[in-house]
């Protein structure tokens, strides 16, 4: 089903809702949803199919999992809190929640509720949860972060966290009084009119709905469990609904029929740089409260991408174009996707070119590599940089515990010169910067979006 066609001018979004399940096929996605705002309407197309066991089709009415997208919505969750007076972003998060603790003390006294929205709270990011699905599970899972260490001191730089928005979710559920898939029910998709989004596995049944493949086959199962659900590992919704959302933050925090869900001040400030990110090539350079933050040509453009178990989901946005788009996917190779559908879209409307991905520098050799060798940690694996008897570097990751299934058995892959003291990795060409000083003129953490502390 399209919506495509009557968008008139814009020739080139019927050439892509033409070309997408080629696209898709080439790339063993089997399904995908894509949804396009250009100032107020929405047009939407989909393909292929939703479940590859089953074969139904994705329709402009299936719902995806939007991934760590959810993120904005959190951050959303929390801007109205402050809105309202209740929550004061440079405030200790245990002001909210006393019971805070981690095992730097220090650290769980002085982290910030804004610090947790920037991911700079400089804790464990990544900690595997019990699959849990209680009203209650949230809070005791919080509750009992008291072995969670610390990989640097809050504030000190970015690291993507999806624990700093788990804790962040339980705030914004301590000072509601609700569990957080109510609140978002309550506050944000009952006000925007979102009939189809599903904060919940039960809910996401009664819909029509993707599962995520995983090495081409359905994945074991649907979602990991409530607990992570504000940094995003449930909720689903349709593409256009996402787009909705969208619309409300570039009105300034107003719904379509003129409900103010956010004030002006609160919208603006969650877009606004709020923290520099690491170079890491072609990603988002900063961050505001929920969005990353893109430098491009043609910009500013902000947005977030989202992936669980076999599902991709990326989101773009224009905002002094009123332009975004929404690319949801259910598997395969999503990228090549992404790069082409939501790239060909923000040239062909918004005059926007998102960069190329990186590449090696002329010469790919490292230089003064003694820098970059040793041993990196966090709490999901531990990380050997290494050089050869000719010279080459290599980096090993040996996943931690749990860990060990998500990231697999450890290889290792060669890495390259890019620019400065950011490699890239031989092959993905995944960028990771090497930051701080050891005081042996060693760096003192490897960074690839995630932090992690030198060890040896």
């Known amino acids: 089903m399209s919506a495509l066609g009557h968008l008139g001018p814009f020739d080139h979004l019927d050439r892509l809702a033409d070309r997408l ?24 197309h989909a393909a292929g199919v939703l479940n590859t066991d089953t074969g139904v089709a994705a329709t402009t009415d299936s719902i995806f999992q939007i991934g760590s997208i959810t993120k904005v919505w959190t951050a959303t969750l929390a801007m109205q809190l402050v809105d309202e007076g209740r929550l004061d972003l440079d405030a200790p998060v245990r002001e909210y929640l006393p019971g805070f603790r981690l095992r730097d003390d220090t650290a769980a006294r002085t982290v910030t509720v804004r610090q947790l929205a920037i991911h700079t709270g400089g804790f464990d990011g990544d900690i595997i949860a019990p699959v849990e699905w209680g009203d209650q599970a949230l809070g005791a899972f919080v509750d009992a972060l008291g072995d969670v260490g610390q990989i640097f001191p ?87 609904d996402l787009l909705t959302f969208v619309r409300m933050h570039l009105r300034d925090g107003l719904a379509g029929d003129g409900t103010r869900l956010l004030s002006e001040a609160g919208a603006r400030l969650m877009r606004s740089r709020q923290v520099e990110q690491p170079d890491l090539g072609f990603q988002g350079n900063t961050r505001g409260l929920g969005w990353a933050l893109y430098g491009w040509p043609g910009g500013p453009v902000i947005g977030h991408d989202g992936g669980t178990l076999g599902q991709n989901a990326y989101l773009r946005v224009v905002p002094e174009r009123g332009i975004a788009v929404a690319l949801l996917t259910n598997g395969g190779r999503p990228a090549p996707v992404h790069e082409e559908v ?24 490292v230089r003064d590599a003694w820098r970059y060798t040793g041993v990196y940690a966090n709490h999901l694996a531990e990380t050997t940089v290494e050089q050869d008897a000719s010279g080459r570097l290599w980096m090993t990751i040996k996943p931690i515990g749990a860990a060990d299934a998500l990231l697999g058995a450890p290889e290792p892959v060669e890495l390259l010169a890019f620019r400065g003291d950011t490699l890239l990795t031989a092959g993905e060409h995944t960028a990771v910067a090497f930051l701080g000083d050891d005081g042996q003129g060693r760096a003192q953490y490897g960074h690839a979006g995630r932090a992690a502390r030198r060890i040896a």
């Open 21 to 44: 399940p080629a696209l898709l096929a080439a790339n063993d996605v089997p399904g995908a949803s894509l949804a396009v705002l250009a100032g107020d309407e929405i047009i939407e």
């Open 154 to 240: 809050p504030g000190l730089m970015f690291s993507y966290s999806n624990l700093g928005y788990v804790v962040l979710g339980r705030l914004v559920e301590v000072l509601r009084g609700l569990p957080y898939d109510q609140c978002l029910r309550e506050r944000l998709l009952a006000p925007l009119g979102i009939t189809h989004a599903a904060p919940t596995p039960w809910e996401a049944v009664m819909r029509r709905a993707a599962v995520g493949h995983v090495a081409g086959r359905p994945a074991p199962h649907y979602a990991p469990g409530r607990i992570e659900a504000p940094a995003g590992s449930v909720l689903a919704m349709r593409a256009r």
């Open 342 to 365: 939501v790239g060909g879209v923000l040239a062909a409307l918004a005059d926007v070119t998102p960069p190329p991905r990186p590449s090696p520098a002329a010469d790919p050799r």
